[in-house]
């Protein structure tokens, strides 16, 4: 997800690290398992630390962590590394009016059906009914 956020392509990801763009992919996919000397690498070039890729995961977790078969963080996380998921989130984060960012995600939770119509009567920001 962080190489499409900052508009980089699986071949310069690779050409940065020695790989193939197919190896890249691989990686991508989860079709191959990276070692924690290649993510820090990928860290490196993507300019972010190697926290960045165990956001939410707290030291010490057991059971049905997020490693864990069965998890769910609520959200598919795969949506989310879409073109479609980045450019969205993209977008959403470039509106600087918070009060719009905000009315905004109200009416895509309507349009969802994940909104909890009375709490938004009571706000008075009830946009479909």
Do not use: C, H
Request: net charge negative.
């Amino acid at each position: 997800m962080r190489r499409m956020l900052i508009a980089m392509s699986q071949e310069k990801l690779g050409e940065s690290l020695g790989l193939t763009f197919q190896q890249v992919q691989k990686y991508e996919k989860g079709t191959n398992r990276i070692g924690a000397s290649r993510l820090y690498q990928i860290g490196s070039v993507l300019g972010v630390p190697i926290e960045y890729f165990f956001e939410g995961v707290e030291s010490g977790e057991t059971g049905d962590g997020p490693f864990e078969p069965g998890a769910s963080a609520g959200f598919d996380m795969d949506v989310l590394s879409t073109a479609e998921g980045i450019q969205l989130n993209s977008a959403f984060f470039a509106i600087t009016d918070a009060k719009l960012r905000k009315r905004i995600l109200d009416l895509v939770k309507t349009l969802g059906g994940m909104a909890d119509e009375a709490e938004m009567a009571e706000d008075g920001k009830l946009l479909v009914s």
